[in-house]
C-alpha cells in the first residue's frame, strides 16, 4: 500500500522542528536574550497568530513560529534556574551522598545534594583522601555529611577542549566543591527539603546498589561490569580495553540502557502477564495487564536513573500500549516525534545530551530504513529460510540504526566502525540472553542454588560476547579512525539521507507524492 508524501500526515514532526531550533537558537543566545524577552516574544506571537485566524497559510506559519519562540523560552528558563548566587567564602553545610564514591588519584569524587536555605542545590565533589585512616572508606550511598568548603561556579582548565562546566549545568549540577579529608564529618541530616522527585531518585539508587550486590554475589569481576551496565545502568565497572573493545566493533549501545534492553523487559512482563492472564482471567484482564507491566516499566525507569534513552523508550512503549489498546497504528515516525516533544518540554537540556541524541536518530532511521533494506532480498526465499530471515532481519535493522547513527558517532568520537553488522548478529541475541537471565536471578536471589546456576550461565555468554568482539575489533580496519566532520556537514548528511530515502521509498512503490 504506498502512502501519499503528505507533512499534514505529521503534525508531532511539524511541531519537533520549530521547537529544536528554538531550543538550539535559545541556548546559543541564551547569555543575550533573558527569559523575560522570550516570553513577551511568545505572547505577542500567540495573540498575532489568533488575529490573523482567517488566513489559513499565514497562521500556520506563525504558529511554527510560536512553537521555535515556545523552545527559546523553556531553555532560557532553565539556563536562568542554573545561574545562581553562590557565596564567595567558605561555608558550613549539609548534605547527601547521590551516588558512591569513586577514587580518582589523591581523591574521591560523588555527588552531593547540599541543603542550602532555599531549595537543595546537587553538587560534583571531591573529597581529598586520607591514606592514614582511610576515612574516607566509610562514606557510601546515601550518607549524610556536614563540611566546611568553597562552593564555586564550574569551571573549565584553561587547555581544555571540552566544556565541562557547561556538561554539568546542563546535568543538574549547580556548582563544584573541593573537601579537605580534615573538614568533613559523617551525620545524620534531614531529607524534607529534597522535592518528592529527589527523594525518590535517591531511594532508587540505594535500592539499586542492593541489587549491584546480589549481583556481585552471582557473578565475576569480568563479568559482573557488563551485566551490571545491561541491566542496572552502571558502566563504571567497565574497564577500557572492553570499552575499547565494544566501540570500535559498534556495539556500545548494548552496554547503555536503551530500546533494546527495555523492550526485552517489556517483552518478559508481557508473556508473564499473558500467562496469568490464562491463570486468573477475571483478575488479569487486558486494560489491567497493560496498566500494570507500565507500572513496573516506569517503576525499572525510575530505579536505573531516568537516563534519556531509557525514558524514550519507556515513553515510545507507552504510546504503543495505549494505541494498542485503541487499535490504532502502533509505531510511526510521528510517534518517535511526539515521544521527542514530550522529553524536551519536560526538559530541554535532553536535546544536547549525546546519549538523547543517539537514541532517536537509531530509531528514526530504523523506522525509516529497515522496511527498504529488509525487502531487498525477495519474499519467498525469506519465507523457506526461516535462518536466513532472522539472519537478513537483524543485518536490517543494524544497516537502518548504522545509517542514522554513524555520522553523530562520528562526529562525536571521531570513529566509523567497519564491522558492526557482523557484531551486531552475536552482540543483541548475547544481550538479550544476558538481560533477560539477569533479571530471572534478581527475581530468584531468594533461592541461591538456582541463581548461582543462572549466574554461570550468564558467565559462559558474557565471556564468549568478549571474546567475539575482541577478536572482531583486533581485525585490520575493523574501524576508521580520526574521522573529522562539521557541524555543516553533519546537517547535510542528513538531509542526503532524507532525500535518498525519498527516492528509495518513491521507487519501491511505498510512497506517492500528492
Not at 541543603?115 to 549524610?144: C, F, W
Not at 502477564?273 to 517503576?299: Q, T, V
Not at 583486533?474 to 574521522?483: F, H, R
Request: aromatic letters at 12%; a positive charge; hydrophobic letters at 50%.
Amino acid at each position: 500500500m504506498k502512502k501519499k508524501m503528505d507533512l499534514l500526515m505529521y503534525p508531532s514532526v511539524k511541531l519537533l522542528v520549530p521547537l529544536v531550533l528554538g531550543i538550539a537558537v535559545g541556548d546559543t543566545l541564551g547569555d543575550d536574550i533573558s527569559s523575560v524577552y522570550w516570553w513577551i516574544m511568545t505572547v505577542s506571537m500567540i495573540v498575532i497568530t489568533f488575529v490573523v485566524w482567517r488566513k489559513k497559510y499565514l497562521q500556520s506559519l506563525l504558529l511554527l513560529f510560536t512553537v521555535f519562540l515556545i523552545g527559546g523560552t523553556f531553555v532560557s528558563m532553565k539556563r536562568q534556574r542554573t545561574h545562581i548566587q553562590l557565596p564567595n567564602t567558605q561555608i558550613t553545610f549539609k548534605a547527601v551522598l547521590l551516588s558512591n564514591p569513586v577514587v580518582r588519584g589523591k581523591v574521591i569524587q560523588t555527588d552531593l545534594m547540599v541543603m542550602t536555605e532555599g531549595e537543595p542545590m546537587k553538587v560534583k565533589a571531591s573529597i581529598l583522601r586520607d591514606t592514614i585512616t582511610n576515612r574516607y572508606q566509610t562514606l557510601h550511598l546515601g550518607d549524610g555529611i556536614e563540611a566546611t568548603a568553597y562552593i564555586e561556579e564550574p569551571m573549565n582548565f584553561s587547555d581544555a577542549t571540552f566544556d565541562y562546566a557547561q556538561w554539568l549545568k546542563r546535568h543538574g549540577y549547580f556548582a563544584e566543591t573541593f573537601i579537605f579529608y580534615n573538614q568533613w564529618q559523617k551525620t545524620k541530616v534531614s531529607l524534607r527539603q529534597m522535592s518528592f522527585l529527589q527523594r525518590t531518585s535517591l531511594a532508587a539508587s540505594i535500592h539499586r546498589d542492593r541489587l549491584m550486590k546480589v549481583l556481585e554475589s552471582n557473578l565475576d569481576s569480568t563479568h559482573l561490569s557488563i551485566v551490571s551496565a545491561m541491566t542496572l545502568g552502571d558502566k563504571h565497572l567497565i574497564n577500557k580495553d572492553i570499552k575499547e573493545d565494544y566501540s570500535i566493533t559498534g556495539a556500545s549501545h548494548v552496554l547503555a540502557l536503551s530500546g533494546l534492553h527495555l523492550t526485552i523487559l517489556y517483552g518478559l512482563l508481557l508473556f508473564i502477564m499473558s500467562w496469568c492472564e490464562h491463570i486468573l482471567p477475571r483478575i488479569f484482564k487486558r486494560g489491567i495487564s497493560e496498566l500494570l507491566i507500565l507500572f513496573i516499566l516506569w517503576g525499572y525507569v525510575v530505579l536505573v536513573g531516568m537516563s534519556s534513552s531509557v525514558v524514550r523508550s519507556a515513553v515510545m512503549l507507552t504510546i504503543y500500549s495505549f494505541v494498542t489498546l485503541l487499535n490504532r497504528e502502533r509505531l510511526s515516525v510521528n510517534t518517535l516525534a511526539l515521544t521527542a516533544i514530550i522529553m524536551l518540554v519536560s526538559n530541554p537540556y535532553n536535546l544536547f545530551d549525546i546519549g538523547f541524541q543517539l537514541s532517536f536518530i537509531s530509531v528514526w532511521s530504523i523506522l525509516l530504513f529497515y522496511p527498504l533494506i529488509y525487502e531487498l532480498i525477495p519474499l519467498q526465499q525469506k519465507k523457506s529460510l526461516v535462518v536466513v530471515r532472522w539472519l537478513w532481519g537483524m543485518i536490517a535493522v543494524s544497516l537502518a540504526a548504522q545509517f542514522g547513527t554513524a555520522p553523530l558517532i562520528a562526529f562525536y568520537f571521531g570513529r566509523v566502525s567497519t564491522v558492526f553488522a557482523v557484531s551486531s548478529l552475536i552482540a543483541v541475541p548475547s544481550t538479550m540472553f544476558i538481560v533477560s537471565a539477569s533479571f530471572c536471578m534478581l527475581l530468584l536471589s531468594s533461592l541461591p542454588t538456582l541463581s548461582l546456576f543462572i549466574g554461570k550461565c550468564i558467565c559462559i555468554i558474557t565471556e564468549g560476547l568478549n571474546a567475539s568482539l575482541h577478536w572482531f575489533a583486533s581485525l585490520p580496519c575493523a574501524s576508521i579512525e580520526n574521522v573529522h566532520i562539521t557541524i555543516f556537514q553533519l546537517f547535510i548528511y542528513y538531509f542526503m539521507l532524507m532525500a535518498i530515502w525519498i527516492l528509495w521509498s518513491f521507487f519501491a512503490g511505498k510512497i506517492e507524492f500528492k
